[in-house]
């Protein structure tokens, strides 16, 4: 009986050692498992994180794509600024012809991205001062070209008009326009970007031809004898005869006079636009508060978006960060802001003509030194912005984007 007994008890202590080790056995199992299902989905996330990463890449890389950033547009952009060099140097006579070509091309084109432009339509971009003063130095050599190569010169364009639509454009190109590649930071020089480079070349290229005719008259004459006479350079005075300070619409018989008349030609209808259309068009609200389904964007409105209604705001209207940030956001930019950029606008344009087209149309030497000067800052400029494409702009993309996702 006492064998049995302590069989039972030996037996009952292994059977209960079997069922431990069981259990044990079972813990262990399931935190295998637990493990291998933790690592697969690690891998999981780890895998779809990569798709994630690798998915934002291709959309900024389709992005600049799309932009032009590509072989053939950056080898077609590098060979064309070398072209302008050229012609520039070796045969400056011919230089208008490349800008009435390249022009006709550019132009349109841009005027076709910014028709497209999403999510306001970018096409009232052209009233602005630059792009008016383009058509208008366009619309003139190409009255010349017709009166002196079909009219054959039967009086179409007077002396008079000659001379004075040379002053005109002689103080805008060499003094607000060169003065705008300085001040401008979207005036760079991007090759693949036809954006970009169209709205250098409204910016540099005038400038650029207005050298030509200014220190190389002589030999444009000699081959355009039917198109530029050039016969009133000689007589040219910058200031008027009663000073350097006078009344817009004086003067007109000297550069700056017809400069500061083309001028004010141009603000004058450009403000009554904006006061009477082109200030609300691009606004989210309307004054009841109600969405406003905004179409259309203007030079105004984008250049204040930039941080221009920052600056305004902390200087002459004593408003906070988060104010102007909320006006940007909303486009909703009073006319006392208006007014503030129109009259800043104007400062600038005025001083550009006294401080940089003076010198330049009283120096080739000056002239030239602006034209390399502002051609390095765009240089540099663009430089800036390739840098960022190949260093940081991934990397800057995908912090944002995942900062936004984990959040």
């Known amino acids: 009986m006492g064998f049995d007994i302590t069989a039972s008890k030996r037996l009952s202590q292994s059977s209960s050692e079997s069922n431990l080790q069981e259990k044990k056995n079972n813990v262990f199992l399931a935190g295998a498992v637990r493990r291998v299902m933790q690592d697969n989905m690690k891998r999981k996330a780890d895998k779809d994180i990569l798709q994630q990463v690798l998915k934002e ?3 900024v890389s389709a992005k600049r794509m799309k932009e032009g950033l590509n072989q053939w547009n950056f080898s077609i952009g590098v060979f064309n600024c070398f072209f302008i060099v050229y012609i520039f140097g070796a045969h400056p006579e011919h230089l208008w012809l490349v800008y009435l070509a390249e022009g006709s091309y550019l132009i349109p084109r841009k005027f076709y991205n910014m028709w497209s432009a999403k999510p306001l339509n970018q096409a009232l971009y052209y009233l602005d001062f630059c792009w008016c003063m383009n058509f208008t130095a366009f619309a003139m050599i190409l009255l010349l070209v017709f009166s002196g190569t079909v009219a054959h010169d039967d009086g179409l364009v007077s002396d008079t008009a000659r001379k004075g639509f040379f002053n005109a454009m002689m103080g805008v190109a060499c003094g607000t326009l060169m003065g ?3 001040v401008l930071p979207f005036v760079a020089c991007m090759f693949h970007d036809v954006n970009t480079m169209t709205g250098l070349f409204i910016h540099l290229m005038p400038p650029m031809v207005m050298y030509t005719f200014m220190w190389h008259s002589a030999e444009i004459k000699e081959h355009w004898p039917s198109i530029f006479r050039l016969t009133y ?3 040219l005075r910058y200031f008027p005869e009663e000073g350097i300070f006078f009344t817009p619409g004086d003067g007109l018989d000297s550069v700056a006079g017809s400069s500061v008349a083309l001028y004010f030609l141009w603000w004058i209808p450009y403000v009554c636009f904006q006061l009477l259309v082109g200030i609300d068009l ?3 609200f309307n004054d009841d508060g109600t969405p406003a389904k905004p179409k259309w964007d203007t030079v105004f409105h984008s250049t204040m978006r930039q941080g221009l ?7 002459f209207r004593g408003r906070s960060k988060k104010a102007s940030i909320a006006l940007c956001m909303e486009n909703n930019f009073d006319l006392i802001d208006f007014f503030i950029y129109m009259t800043c ?7 550009a003509f006294y401080c940089i087209g003076y010198p330049c149309f009283s120096s080739q030497q000056f002239h030239l030194l602006m034209i390399i000067f502002v051609t390095w800052l765009v240089v540099a400029r663009g430089a800036k912005r390739y840098t960022y494409y190949t260093t940081k702009m991934y990397s800057r993309v995908l912090r944002e984007h995942f900062a936004t996702h984990f959040s």
């Open 282 to 284: 691009p606004r989210k």
């Open 309 to 315: 209604c920052m600056t305004l705001g902390t200087v």
């Open 233 to 235: 350079l000689e007589g």
């Open 180 to 182: 705008a590649n300085v």
């Open 345 to 351: 606008h104007m400062i600038a344009a005025m001083t």
């Open 57 to 59: 890449v291709e959309t």
